[in-house]
């Protein structure tokens, strides 16, 4: 199935994807059917979650690949997480010690907690800028390319800044003086 862009967010400054040039708006980012009842769960839940990385780059037109779905949580109630992982068939642990918050099962194993994101705002300002795609039926709302940018820069890995220049280049394509989906 394919990821694509559906009302990018409530903003009446959001355009669809025909807004951009030659770059398709479009991914191959699918998912597996654990991580979409997960998500679904999630917001059902009333657990806010951000898509970040590379999993949003690509859902935002980069071209790249990824092996994670790393979600950024906006709170981290035991509760609702391990409900939300039950009804995936997997499970939730808190983390402890060096080991962070983590989904595990099957289907749920690329599926990576982020604490906290590098050279970002905080969770609430990023979730206000966050565009909204609707991906294998389940909206979800996607850090901005610009924004996924500013997190691989500031975290300075040797993988983040690899895929740096292939970054700016889909920020770069895009047509000038349109704002951003």
């Given at each position: 199935m394919r990821a694509t862009s559906t009302t990018p967010c409530a903003r009446s400054s959001c355009h669809p994807p025909s807004a951009y040039g030659g770059a398709s708006h479009v991914s191959e980012f699918v998912l597996t059917p654990a991580e979409r009842v997960l998500l679904e769960a999630l917001r059902a839940l009333h657990v806010r979650y951000l898509l970040v990385g590379m999993g949003a780059a690509l859902v935002e037109g980069a071209s790249g690949t990824t092996q994670d779905l790393d979600l950024w949580l906006g709170s981290f109630d035991p509760a609702s997480l391990s409900e939300a992982a039950r009804r995936a068939g997997g499970f939730y642990t808190s983390g402890m010690g060096l080991q962070?918050?983590?989904?595990?099962?099957?289907?749920?194993?690329?599926?990576?907690?982020?604490?906290?994101?590098?050279?970002?705002?905080?969770?609430?300002?990023?979730?206000?800028?966050?565009?909204?795609?609707?991906?294998?039926?389940?909206?979800?709302?996607v850090l901005p390319l610009d924004r996924v940018i500013v997190s691989k820069r500031a975290a300075g890995r040797p993988k983040d800044t690899a895929q740096l220049p292939l970054l700016e280049a889909a920020l770069a394509a895009r047509k000038p003086g349109l704002p951003e989906p």
């Open positions: 962070p918050p983590m989904f595990g099962g099957d289907g749920l194993d690329r599926v990576d907690v982020v604490m906290s994101a590098s050279g970002l705002e905080g969770f609430d300002t990023e979730y206000e800028r966050a565009h909204e795609y609707e991906i294998d039926g389940v909206p979800i709302r």
